[in-house]
């Protein structure tokens, strides 16, 4: 009961530090928008919208959520409030959870946003919703650690961004979001396999299109395989890194 | 009844012995302080035993339970105040002391009703509301130490709980600590200001290059230094010419006549006043005080450690701090 009252209020100092931030909330928001207008705007045809959709919502996640984790970790560890919260009797994984979950919210948000741009462009009808928002919540959950995984091997917060990116970058070409993977080289696939975001994108274009390649309990496990990869990983470095 | 105690406490970064082996305890309602120069590993000492850095080796004990390996649930009963704020900048001061009371499980109207309170106790009832980044240095060390105490811990640990505050401020916070003392609170702190040691301090341990040198009570350190018993006594007249008969009589004692109406008697073994006073008023000397003189505690420290005061602050902090001299109260 005490350690969830303490996972409540980081979660929501977090909300109002951070998120709720007006600058926070367009930074937040432009992701997605510029994701949005980028490939919609410039594909008339109404049915290729649909085709870009998972995509765009993959991407939007991604940006969304990896982008909040320098701030809410990396800064706050350089301005040593980080500290405060390594001394309080709650777990390193209940705190980790309370730090992630702001930004996993924020992430299925974003992804609504280009949901909500393409309602009114194209017809919305046939799609999985319930498919939709698991797999949504998946990639945000995955991608909030993946930032996770970035914000506590780095200690500036621009080598967090630019860490980031490292992951982020590759990802827009080898996830199968706007090239299937399948039409990648030979050589350079195994990488598509290697990284979560192929799986949560499979899993939205069956979701949206019923077009995915990969089985969904496969891509499902994986997401969940990395998950659990992404966030031991991270709290095995914050013990090492942080707790010196 | 012993709060914490450590055992053999050791900590190496890579190869280099900051901590090496220290034993200690503190006991239940007491100030017990740690005195030594800047890198002398008081930080990391309360670093270790509040969970911000592994134990290379030895043992901690809160309330007779090891917790070693497992900090958590013994967090619950320290309040920490660490030497640079850790607090959140954009956070008013109130909502800082609350964020830190639900850090240990407060409810909101228990955290809330004790954030008052201590900004009341604390005088900052006037910046309450105001961005705790707008907050002066002074102000930004007492709410730290507020935010240390607002679960009512077992044991709050102060480190270095003056530095690089100014003289004012300081004052305010040293009457807060012995303020919190008296009200119960079992404190440890950590301080390179012999003086700031010697006036709060009940017990304390010298520390140097990661070694406890000496530790026990002010008096026991005190009594370590005393070279000889002076007695310092106040007269009302002029004692030169009297220097003969008063050897004559009290052969066993030297004297050092002072500057003004005053005499200081030396001796080996403790030794009886009547005597020597009545010696004074059958020469019409009145006596006004006698005094015991005691070594202070940077003879002893200076003694015990060979590290002259003004080499405590040698590697950081700023020069214009000259301890806390001036903010006797
Ligand atoms: N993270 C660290 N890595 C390497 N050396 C450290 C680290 N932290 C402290 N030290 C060293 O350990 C010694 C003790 O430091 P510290 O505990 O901060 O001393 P104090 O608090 O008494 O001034 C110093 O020599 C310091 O340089
Ligand atoms: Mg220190």
């Known amino acids: 009961m005490k350690a969830w009252i303490a996972f409540g209020n980081i979660f929501m100092k977090d909300m109002r530090s951070y998120y709720l931030k007006p600058p926070n909330i367009s930074w937040g928001l432009i992701f997605p928008i510029a994701w949005t207008l980028m490939f919609f705007l410039r594909s008339p045809v109404p049915l290729e919208v649909r085709d870009l959709l998972p995509g765009v919502m993959s991407l939007s996640i991604l940006f969304g959520t990896t982008s909040m984790l320098a701030v809410t970790i990396t800064f706050e560890r350089k301005s040593r409030s980080f500290d405060r919260l390594l001394l309080a009797p709650i777990s390193l994984n209940l705190l980790m959870l309370a730090k992630t979950t702001g930004a996993i919210m924020f992430g299925v948000i974003n992804a609504f946003v280009p949901i909500l741009f393409a309602s009114f462009l194209t017809d919305l009808s046939g799609i999985n919703w319930p498919l939709v928002l698991g797999s949504v919540i998946f990639i945000a959950i995955t991608s909030t650690f993946l930032g996770l995984f970035v914000a506590v091997s780095v200690s500036q917060v621009f080598e967090a961004q630019t860490f980031s990116n490292f992951f982020r970058f590759p990802m827009l070409f080898l996830c199968g979001l706007f090239i299937p993977v399948a039409d990648l080289p030979v050589f350079i696939r195994p990488l598509s396999y290697i990284l979560p975001l192929t799986y949560g994108a499979d899993i939205l274009k069956t979701a949206v299109n019923n077009n995915g390649v990969l089985s969904l309990s496969l891509s499902f496990l994986m997401l969940l395989l990395f998950t659990a990869f992404l966030f031991s990983y991270s709290i095995y470095n914050v013990n090492r890194r942080w707790i010196l | 009844m012993k709060i914490i105690e450590a055992e053999n406490l050791t900590k190496t970064f890579n190869g280099f012995t900051a901590v090496n082996g220290v034993n200690f305890h503190i006991n239940r309602g007491e100030i017990f302080g740690f005195l030594g120069p800047n890198g002398a590993g008081k930080t990391t000492i309360i670093n270790m035993l509040t969970g911000l850095a592994k134990i290379t080796a030895g043992q901690v004990k809160l309330l007779g339970e090891d917790y070693t390996r497992s900090v958590k649930k013994a967090q619950a009963l320290m309040g920490i105040v660490p030497d640079e704020s850790n607090l959140y900048e954009e956070l008013s001061g109130r909502e800082n002391l609350c964020f830190c009371g639900a850090l240990y499980g407060m409810e909101k109207g228990l955290r809330e009703a004790r954030a008052d309170r201590l900004l009341e106790q604390f005088e900052l009832v006037e910046a309450a509301g105001r961005p705790f980044r707008a907050y002066s240095k002074g102000m930004k060390r007492k709410l730290a130490i507020a935010a240390g105490i607002i679960h009512q811990p077992e044991i709050l640990f102060l480190d270095e709980p003056t530095t690089g505050i100014d003289v004012g401020f300081a004052r305010q916070i040293r009457k807060l600590i012995v303020d919190l003392h008296r009200r119960g609170t079992t404190i440890f702190l950590t301080t390179h200001y012999i003086e700031e040691a010697e006036r709060l301090c009940e017990r304390l341990a010298f520390i140097v ?77 009145p006596v006004y005080e006698a005094k015991i003189v005691r070594p202070s505690l940077e003879e002893v420290f200076v003694k015990i450690t060979g590290i002259e005061p003004q080499k405590m602050q040698n590697q950081q902090g700023p020069k214009s701090m000259k301890g806390p001299q001036g903010a006797r109260s």
């Open chain 2, 209 to 285: 290059r990661g070694k406890i040198v000496r530790e026990g009570t002010v008096d026991e350190l005190m009594k370590e230094a005393q070279r000889d018993n002076i007695v310092r006594f106040t007269l009302g007249g002029d004692f030169s010419g009297l220097a003969g008969e008063f050897k004559a009589r009290f052969p066993g004692y030297a004297i050092q006549a002072g500057q003004d109406s005053g005499v200081s008697i030396h001796a080996p073994a403790p030794f009886p006043l009547l005597p020597l006073v009545q010696f004074f008023e059958e020469r019409s000397l």
